[in-house]
Structure formats: C-alpha cells, structure tokens
Nanobody, 126 residues
Framework: VQLQASGGGLVQAGGSLRLSCAAS????????VGWFRQAPGKEREFVAF????????SYADSVKGRFTISRDHARNTAYLQMNSLKAEDTAVYYC????????????????????WGQGTLVTVSS
C-alpha cells in the first residue's frame, strides 16, 4: 500500500487543521493506521491509532481530547482532525499503515509500521 499525507499548513494557536492520509495500491480495510509526528530536534512520537475497521482508537496523552482520528473506507482515506492547536504541536506529521492486527498490542505506540507516507508539515504560531 502507498500512503500520502496532506493537509498541513500554518495555523494560529487555538486553531484547527485536518490532515488526510490517502491510501492506494491495496484494500484499505486490510490496514491499521497510525499517525506520528516529529518536531525539530526531537524523536518521532506516536500521536494516534485507528484499527482496520475504525472501531478501535487510541491517542497519545498530549493530544487526547483535542485530536480525533477517523477513516473513510469509501475514500480510502484516514484523517486526523486537530483542534485547539498549540505551539508544541508544530511538527512534521506522518501517517503509517500496517496489516491489520487483532493482538492486544495493536495500538501500542511502539508498534513498527511497515508503510509510511511522506509527511506533512504543521506549524502552529503562538
């Protein structure tokens, strides 16, 4: 599967953005999807997870209550709705895909995803 992230941009603190992750090359419902981000000078970190059906989701504590992950199988696209953005949310955001898993650790932030999109830059000005 190929993944392409988009939707990044410059937004003021308190604003919103919606990132998209468009999938192609395989049946989208075969894949779990994660969103990650990497801020300048920092390691990549987990942001959110959604399982293949959309029925299971999880979030990093830093974004819980502000970000919402979702997916639309008809559009082969996953989304990350980001509200109440803060300066510390500034980062390159990546979507990642992995063959669907039913294990208890499927939403682990340490899960190794096989497929990655190219990243989209989100800049939040304070």
């Amino acid at each position: 599967v190929q993944l392409q992230a988009s939707g990044g941009g410059l937004v003021q603190a308190g604003g919103s953005l919606r990132l998209s992750c468009a999938a192609s090359g395989d049946t989208f419902s075969n894949y779990d999807v994660g969103w990650f981000r990497q801020a300048p000078g920092k390691e990549r970190e987990f942001v959110a997870f959604i399982n293949w059906s959309g029925g299971s989701k999880s979030y990093a504590d830093s974004v819980k209550g502000r970000f919402t992950i979702s997916r639309d199988h008809a559009r082969n696209t996953a989304y990350l709705q980001m509200n109440s953005l803060k300066a510390e949310d500034t980062a390159v955001y990546y979507c990642a895909g992995d063959k669907r898993s039913f294990g208890s650790s499927r939403d682990s932030p340490a899960r190794e995803y096989e497929y990655w999109g190219q990243g989209t830059l989100v800049t939040v000005s304070s």
